[in-house]
């Protein structure tokens, strides 16, 4: 069969359509799945405070409650959390690093040690895992 025979015409744009109609169905179905990944609960840290040091390590530790503003989520939604840090040492190098932590609405105490020589010059929230989208 040649390309210009009138028969083939047909069942090469019957195949384009098909594969155009599946490619359609899927990308709807990547976008509502990708439009439910885009919520993430809203988290705000308060309360903080650091520990005197504790015999016999020595260590503080730094303690803060983080409010969990789910509204946009599925009722009883979870995920996780990073904190980051930007730690001073004494006779080291300043280094920023991220603690994850489990969130969970409305509110969640966290906390994370620090050797005696050590410091928090700052902390943010970091990185926020997904939940689904409330209808």
């Known amino acids: ?9 047909p069942r090469v744009s019957d195949r384009w359509v098909a594969n ?3 490619i359609a169905v899927l990308l ?3 976008t509502s799945a990708y ?3 885009k ?4 988290l705000a840290i308060s309360g903080v405070k650091i520990s005197d040091m504790t015999p016999p390590s020595l260590e503080r ?11 946009r989520c599925v009722a009883n939604s979870s995920g996780y959390f990073d904190i980051g840090f930007s730690r001073l040492k004494e006779n080291a190098p300043d280094i920023d690093f991220a603690e994850e932590f489990a969130w969970l609405s ?3 105490a966290v906390s994370v040690d620090f ?3 050590e410091a928090v010059e700052q902390f943010w929230i970091a990185r926020v895992s997904p939940c689904v989208c409330a209808p």
């Open 61 to 71: 530790q730094w303690t803060a409650v983080v409010t969990v503003d789910a509204s």
């Open 39 to 42: 919520c993430r609960p809203v």
């Open 1 to 9: 069969m040649h390309a210009n025979d009138a028969t083939f015409a």
């Open 20 to 22: 155009i109609a599946a």
């Open 35 to 37: 439009g439910q990944s």
């Open 28 to 30: 709807t179905s990547l």
């Open 106 to 108: 409305p509110r969640v």
């Open 115 to 117: 050797a005696a020589d």
